[in-house]
């Protein structure tokens, strides 16, 4: 899988048309997003999964990696390319028992999360929240700071920088 440069984490707004929200996605996969996360948190799987199969068509058809956000059973029934872990899901190592083979994203807020998150072999690693964001409130943002320490890791794998941006 060759992952991108520029990821995009996509979260439907709520009440938001379904069909409001793939047209924004795939506005931006046509804009050069070249990895995708779909996070749909507190949903329930069927819907998730839903959902996750139509943004996975879309990601498919342009040749996007598509990751969804927590779910490991929701990435592998919707056809996911892969899962991003955050520091309070499901272990790397449990995550790799339920689906073998399906690869990893991990967040890391912190250099020591982020040591151990490299240690864990994923496809990649993100590093924030860069900013302040909706999506995570009362955390505060890790800051640019974190980032280039991240930088300064020099990772043998692909790693984003997230949150707020």
Known sequence: MN??????VATPRAGQPEPEFLARVAAALDGGVDTLQLRCKDWEAGAYIALGERVAALARARGVPFFINDRVDVAAACGADGVHLGQGDLPPAWARRLAPGLPLGLSTHAPAQAYAALAEAPAYIAAGPVH???T???RA???LAYVRAVAALNPPLPWYAIGGI
């Open 3 to 8: 992952l991108g440069r520029l990821y995009l």
């Open 132 to 134: 302040a964001t909706p």
């Open 136 to 138: 995570k409130p009362g």
């Open 141 to 143: 943002p890790a800051g």
